[in-house]
Each structure stands twice: as C-alpha cells, then as structure tokens.
C-alpha cells in the first residue's frame, strides 16, 4: 500500500481502504486491476454491480448479441501469453464466448479475489480533508481509497423509452441490456421489437426465426453491412498467432482502432464504375471494411451520399415487398454518421411470412395496453415486447454513480450542460479520479479495446508519476480542460458526425444536452496523451 495512505486508515474506520478503487468489471476494470497490482504493485480493488465480470458481455445476453468487431481484434493485446492462450472459433465472436474470453482473461490473472461482485455504486465522494475517495455500495458497502477510477462503460445504462401504459402490459417485457440469464422463449409467441440499432438489427433475424410471429416497431431506418460471420479456418488462425504484433500496430495507428488501414483515396478519385466495383467487393467481402474503402466518407458530405445511396439500393434488392423496403431504405442520416451496423440475414428476415413492419413515423406509438402496443393507426397484439432502445451512452453510467468532487461538487451539475473534461480522462474539481474512455476521448469510436488499453496504460503511468512525485493529488486545470473541450468540438465539427441525431449526441435521451461526446481519430489523440506525458504532465497540477 502506498506510504501516503495507510497512515489514513485510522480517520476510516468503518471504510475498506484501498489505494485505488476501480468502478466496473468488464474489459476497463479488469486490466486496470492488472495494471495496478500487478504493475505499479499498489492496492486495487474493483467494485461491479454484476455477479461476474465481463461488463457489456455480462449483461447483453439477448438473441443474436454478438460483435461488430472483429474477434481477432476483440481481445486484449497487452499480454502475448492471452492472445497464445485463446483461439476464437469465429470471425465475429458471440456473447457467450466473449464472455468466457473475459473469464479466461481474469482467471488468468487471477482478477477475481479482488472483485467484489454485486456491489453496485451510488456515491463516490471526495473528502479533501483526507484526501479520499469515499465509495458507498446499494449492498451496504463502504470503501475508500486515494484514487478513483471509472471502468463503468459507455454503453451499460440501459435506456429504457418512457412509453405510457407499460405497467399495464399483461405480456413480458425485456431491455436487450439487462436480458435475463436463463433466457426468454419465444416459441408460439408474438412478439414486438422496438428500435432498429445495432442491437435490434442482431436480434430480429434470431427473433424472427423462434417466434411466431414479428412486429419490428421502426422510428429510425438504419443502413446495414452483411457481416458474412464464418468459421475461422487453421490458416487465419495461424496468422493471427504468427503476426499479432504487426495487427496491434495496425489497431494502434489507424482512426478507429480496427485492425485494417483506411485506403487513401477519395470517392471522386475512381470513376463510377471502378467505385461500384470496390462497394460490391467490400459488401461481400462483409463487416466494417466498407467504410475504409474510401478516406472522405466521414468528412465530405458528397462522398457519403454516394456510400449512403449503395446501401440503400441494396436494401430494395434484398426486400422483396417495395412498401417494407421503401420505409426500411427512407433513412434520414448520412452512412457512418451513426454507429454503423453490421448484420446476418437483417434485411432477408423481412421476406419472411410471419413479420411484419410498423413504420413509426407515420404511426406513432401511443401507448402500450395490456395486450399490445397501440400505435395512432392501430393496435398490435403482442406477448412479448423487447426493447432495444440502446444507452444512456456515456455520461449515463457516470451520473448514476452520485459523483461529488471538492466542495460537493457534483458532476451532474459540472456537466449539466454537457460533458466537458481533459483527455477524456479527467475533470477540474474532481482530484485523483480518472474515467476511463470517458467523453471527449476516442472510446466508442473505435474498436474500444485499443482506447481502453490506451487509457488503463496511460493512467497507470500517471499514476506512477504521482506516487513517484511524492504527490498527494493530480487534477486538470481549468485552462486545459477549456482548450481541449474547444479542440473536441473542433475536430469533429470537421466531420459528418455531428449532423444527425445519434447517442453520440445524447439525442435519444429526451432531456440531454446536444453535445458530441467522443473524439473522433485514434492516433492523432494518443500522440497528444504521449505529448503531455512528456511534457511533464502539461495541463494537470500535482500538489504536495
Ligand atoms: C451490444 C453491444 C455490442 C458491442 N459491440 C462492440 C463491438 O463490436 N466493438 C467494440 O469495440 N465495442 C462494442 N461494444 C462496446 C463495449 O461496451 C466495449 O467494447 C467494451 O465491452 C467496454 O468495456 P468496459 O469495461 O469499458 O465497459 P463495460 O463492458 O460496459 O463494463 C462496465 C462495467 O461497469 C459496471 N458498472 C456500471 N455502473 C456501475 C455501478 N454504478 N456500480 C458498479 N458497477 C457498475 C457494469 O456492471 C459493467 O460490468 C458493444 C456494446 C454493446 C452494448
């Protein structure tokens, strides 16, 4: 334990007291654990409202959960003895093994002694006095330590719509986020899905296959890519194991962390027909690729009608009826400027007899009854309603933890009108706490284990620094926490992200403030944590 802290434990009776607490314990959590003890060999202890780690692969146990990113890449590239020691069976990796992954990792690391489990954080106050964090659990429970770090996740605050009438619904109802462990059946039964994201693009198709009948409930029209999951064969497996370290150098240097690099070129560079033939290439090659075909596709508004008129013509020749497909092909924003899905067999599940589409925007839900949903046009009967309707993203996971830096100051009130913070690491006011892909960093804009190592990595160093200082705090300045705020919005004020109404704008929360959260380009932001580093920890002010 550090020297600066035990002598404190007399003032803390009642509290546990640690040198670090870690808040969260899915792929953050765990490798800040790591880091902790097992690196810089200080006291870490995690707290994580679940019955077992994994976070996100924890709790998002719906039909057809499964990963956008690819497996290879899906995994922590920090240790070479992980990535020997897994073999992943296929390109896109499901929930389920996922999540044995993460038991393996942290059985691995022998993680699990300092979790403790269901214990799910409703404050965490800073006590200058003392200069601790004070962490009380809905279980009871009362910890304290130094340092504070966030491993909550962007995406693990389910967003649940406020439709009236839900308390009547007779049926069952379920939020892909929180989805029960033993699982739901669906056989026989009618079923209604609401939201076509991500998550309600992976689970339709499994959903439609085991239920009697679909109602997909659509308000937003979404563009997706085939994924083409497959079997992983010897050959790529071997490939993966012998060159690992060229792929991690790629995740690393490219702007959304994935493991393949962004061609050069522009849309307008190739003529018509060269261009159909790329799209056509990467549509069966499958997965995220397509957006790397071309580098303007995120910043020229032009570019991306082309990109977003391909998707769409797809989308009519796959759905046979032209009513369906005209309200699935009607989408409002640009390709990409929204997280971009990936599927099997999404679009082909409405050619199926026994689901049906509702088109909310031309009939709003007015209420859910105790029989089904009633739209303004009807009403459609249902035993099971299923909302994927995403995230409180982002800053929902760090509201609900009571936040309160010096003076009581709460975070909730800090960033009522938006998140603003340094590096996406921390925030003025809030000394010795640390948010691990928090807003204003690249995190969901990226294959997020390559931010999420970034993170627990530089933290660790930083932490480091302070303990080797023989400082007792480090927290931004308000000067640097303005200039980098400026700097987010710059940056992505130069692409297409901020024109439409996505979560990463907080716009489907109704109440939040518009304000992009993420910042988009990997590299450019990790060369500017490495150069505040060097510089002597530039913008952050240690007190001794
Ligand atoms: C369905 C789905 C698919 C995704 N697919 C991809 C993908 O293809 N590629 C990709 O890069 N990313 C994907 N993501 C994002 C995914 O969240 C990250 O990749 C990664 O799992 C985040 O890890 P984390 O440890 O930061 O957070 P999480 O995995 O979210 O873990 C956070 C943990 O904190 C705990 N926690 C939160 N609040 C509290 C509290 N108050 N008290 C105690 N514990 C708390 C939670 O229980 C959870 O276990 C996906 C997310 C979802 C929801």
Same mark, same amino acid.
């Given at each position: 334990?550090?020297?600066?802290?035990?002598?404190?434990?007399?003032?803390?009776?009642?509290?546990?007291?640690?040198?670090?607490?870690?808040?969260?314990?899915?792929?953050?959590?765990?490798?800040?654990?790591?880091?902790?003890?097992?690196?810089?060999?200080?006291?870490?202890?995690?707290?994580?409202?679940?019955?077992?780690?994994?976070?996100?692969?924890?709790?998002?146990?719906?039909?057809?959960?499964?990963?956008?990113?690819?497996?290879?890449?899906?995994?922590?590239?920090?240790?070479?003895?992980?990535?020997?020691?897994?073999?992943?069976?296929?390109?896109?990796?499901?929930?389920?093994?996922?999540?044995?992954?993460?038991?393996?990792?942290?059985?691995?690391?022998?993680?699990?002694?300092?979790?403790?489990?269901?214990?799910?954080?409703?404050?965490?106050?800073?006590?200058?006095?003392?200069?601790?964090?004070?962490?009380?659990?809905?279980?009871?429970?009362?910890?304290?330590?130094?340092?504070?770090?966030?491993?909550?996740?962007?995406?693990?605050?389910?967003?649940?719509?406020?439709?009236?009438?839900?308390?009547?619904?007779?049926?069952?109802?379920?939020?892909?986020?929180?989805?029960?462990?033993?699982?739901?059946?669906?056989?026989?039964?009618?079923?209604?899905?609401?939201?076509?994201?991500?998550?309600?693009?992976?689970?339709?198709?499994?959903?439609?296959?085991?239920?009697?009948?679909?109602?997909?409930?659509?308000?937003?029209?979404?563009?997706?890519?085939?994924?083409?999951?497959?079997?992983?064969?010897?050959?790529? /497996?071997?490939?993966?194991?012998?060159?690992?370290?060229?792929?991690?150098?790629?995740?690393?240097?490219?702007?959304?962390?994935?493991?393949?690099?962004?061609?050069?070129?522009?849309?307008?560079?190739?003529?018509?027909?060269?261009?159909?033939?790329? $799209?056509?290439?990467?549509?069966?090659?499958?997965?995220?690729?397509?957006?790397?075909?071309?580098?303007?596709?995120?910043?020229?508004?032009?570019?991306?009608?082309?990109?977003?008129? $391909?998707?769409?013509? /797809?989308?009519?020749?796959?759905?046979?009826?032209?009513?369906?497909?005209?309200?699935?092909?009607?989408?409002?924003?640009?390709?990409?400027?929204?997280?971009?899905?990936?599927?099997?067999?999404?679009?082909?599940?409405?050619?199926?007899?026994?689901?049906?589409?509702?088109?909310?925007?031309?009939?709003?839900?007015?209420?859910?009854?105790?029989?089904?949903?009633?739209?303004?046009?009807?009403?459609?009967?249902?035993?099971?309603?299923?909302?994927?309707?995403?995230?409180?993203?982002?800053?929902?996971?760090?509201?609900?933890?009571?936040?309160?830096?010096?003076?009581?100051?709460?975070?909730?009130?800090?960033?009522?009108?938006?998140?603003?913070?340094?590096?996406?690491?921390?925030?003025?006011?809030?000394?010795?706490?640390?948010?691990?892909?928090?807003?204003?960093?690249?995190?969901?804009?990226?294959?997020?284990?390559?931010?999420?190592?970034?993170?627990? =990595?530089?933290?660790?160093?930083?932490?480091?620094?302070?303990?080797?200082?023989?400082?007792?705090?480090?927290?931004?300045?308000?000067?640097?926490?303005?200039?980098?705020?400026?700097?987010?919005?710059?940056?992505?004020?130069?692409?297409?992200?901020?024109?439409?109404?996505?979560?990463?704008?907080?716009?489907?929360?109704?109440?939040?403030?518009?304000?992009?959260?993420?910042?988009?380009?990997?590299?450019?932001?990790?060369?500017?944590?490495?150069?505040?580093?060097?510089?002597?920890?530039?913008?952050? =002010?240690?007190?001794?």
């Amino acid at each position: 334990m550090l020297d600066a802290v035990s002598p404190l434990a007399a003032t803390s009776t009642e509290a546990k007291l640690y040198d670090a607490l870690i808040i969260g314990a899915g792929f953050a959590g765990m490798y800040q654990l790591h880091s902790l003890r097992d690196r810089l060999g200080i006291s870490a202890h995690v707290l994580e409202a679940g019955d077992g780690v994994g976070g996100t692969w924890y709790w998002n146990r719906y039909p057809g959960a499964r990963c956008d990113s690819e497996s290879h890449s899906y995994c922590y590239h920090f240790s070479d003895e992980l990535v020997q020691g897994w073999e992943w069976s296929e390109r896109y990796p499901s929930q389920p093994e996922i999540l044995r992954y993460l038991n393996y990792a942290a059985d691995k690391l022998d993680l699990k002694r300092d979790i403790t489990f269901k214990a799910r954080v409703v404050s965490a106050s800073y006590d200058e006095g003392e200069n601790l964090w004070h962490v009380r659990t809905e279980q009871g429970g009362h910890y304290a330590a130094r340092f504070l770090i966030t491993a909550v996740g962007c995406l693990s605050s389910a967003n649940l719509p406020k439709i009236d009438g839900i308390s009547d619904f007779q049926g069952k109802w379920y939020h892909t986020g929180e989805w029960p462990h033993e699982g739901v059946d669906f056989s026989g039964k009618r079923v209604g899905v609401i939201g076509t994201g991500s998550t309600g693009i992976q689970a339709i198709p499994v959903v439609a296959a085991a239920a009697k009948h679909l109602t997909v409930f659509q308000r937003t029209a979404n563009y997706s890519i085939p994924a083409r999951n497959a079997p992983l064969t010897d050959d790529f /497996k071997k490939y993966v194991r012998e060159n690992f370290a060229e792929i991690r150098d790629v995740m690393r240097s490219t702007v959304n962390g994935h493991p393949w690099r962004i061609a050069d070129r522009s849309v307008f560079d190739v003529s018509d027909e060269e261009r159909d033939k790329i $799209f056509e290439m990467a549509w069966e090659k499958g997965g995220l690729r397509l957006r790397a075909e071309f580098r303007d596709v995120l910043t020229n508004e032009e570019a991306n009608e082309v990109v977003s008129a $391909f998707l769409k013509k /797809k989308i009519g020749q796959i759905v046979k009826d032209p009513a369906k497909a005209a309200i699935l092909a009607d989408i409002d924003h640009g390709f990409a400027t929204k997280r971009p899905p990936i599927d099997t067999g999404y679009f082909e599940t409405y050619n199926r007899d026994n689901v049906a589409l509702v088109n909310l925007r031309a009939e709003p839900i007015e209420r859910i009854t105790a029989t089904g949903v009633k739209t303004s046009k009807g009403e459609y009967p249902l035993d099971i309603i299923v909302f994927a309707t995403g995230f409180d993203a982002m800053t929902g996971p760090l509201f609900n933890l009571n936040i309160a830096g010096r003076n009581g100051l709460a975070l909730r009130d800090v960033w009522r009108e938006g998140p603003r913070s340094y590096l996406g690491l921390q925030v003025v006011g809030f000394p010795n706490l640390f948010t691990i892909t928090g807003p204003g960093s690249p995190s969901v804009l990226t294959n997020m284990i390559v931010s999420i190592e970034h993170h627990v =990595e530089w933290i660790t160093r930083c932490m480091q620094h302070v303990v080797a200082s023989n400082a007792q705090t480090i927290e931004t300045t308000q000067q640097a926490q303005d200039a980098w705020v400026t700097h987010v919005n710059a940056v992505a004020d130069m692409t297409l992200f901020p024109s439409c109404n996505s979560w990463y704008l907080g716009a489907n929360v109704p109440g939040k403030p518009r304000v992009f959260m993420p910042l988009p380009g990997f590299p450019d932001y990790a060369q500017r944590c490495s150069d505040v580093e060097s510089n002597d920890y530039r913008g952050f =002010e240690l007190t001794r």
